[in-house]
C-alpha cells in the first residue's frame, strides 16, 4: 500500500492560492510596466512568478492532491503495453482503408438517395 498524502484543505489553503496568483498577476504586471527594460528579463520575471506560483499553489490541498494523481498516473503509464511498430503500421493501414470504404459508402447513399429522392421531388 502506498502512503497518501495529506490531502485534507488547510485553514491557509485559501491565502497561499490568493499568494500564487498574486505572484502570477504580479509578474505580468511587472511585464507590463518595465517596458524599457529587454525582452529577455521582462520575460525572465513572468517565467520565474509563473514558477514561484505553482510552488505555493502545489503547497495546498488541492495541489498536493494533483501532484498525487500525477504520480499515480505515470505509474499507470509505466504499466501500458505499447504495440510494436510493425503493428501499429499495420493498424494504421487497417483504419485507413475503412476510412476509404466507408466514405466511398456514404458517397454512393448520398447519391442513390440525391438522385432517386430528391432529384423527382424537386424536379
Not at 13 to 31: E, T
Not at 85 to 114: H, K, S, Y
Amino acid at each position: 500500500m502506498s502512503a497518501q498524502a495529506n490531502t485534507e484543505p488547510s485553514k491557509l489553503d485559501s491565502v497561499k492560492w490568493i499568494v500564487a496568483f498574486a505572484i502570477l498577476f504580479g509578474g505580468i504586471y511587472a511585464f507590463n510596466v518595465l517596458v524599457e527594460q529587454s525582452i529577455l528579463i521582462r520575460a525572465g520575471i513572468v517565467i520565474a512568478a509563473v514558477v514561484i506560483a505553482i510552488a505555493v499553489a502545489m503547497l495546498t490541498a488541492k495541489g498536493k492532491a494533483l501532484w498525487q494523481f500525477v504520480k499515480g498516473a505515470r505509474t499507470e503509464l509505466r504499466k501500458v503495453i505499447w504495440p510494436k511498430t510493425n503493428e501499429t503500421t499495420r493498424m494504421t493501414i487497417v483504419v485507413i482503408i475503412m476510412i476509404i470504404i466507408l466514405g466511398a459508402f456514404l458517397w454512393l447513399l448520398d447519391w442513390l438517395i440525391n438522385s432517386f429522392l430528391i432529384q423527382p421531388i424537386l424536379g
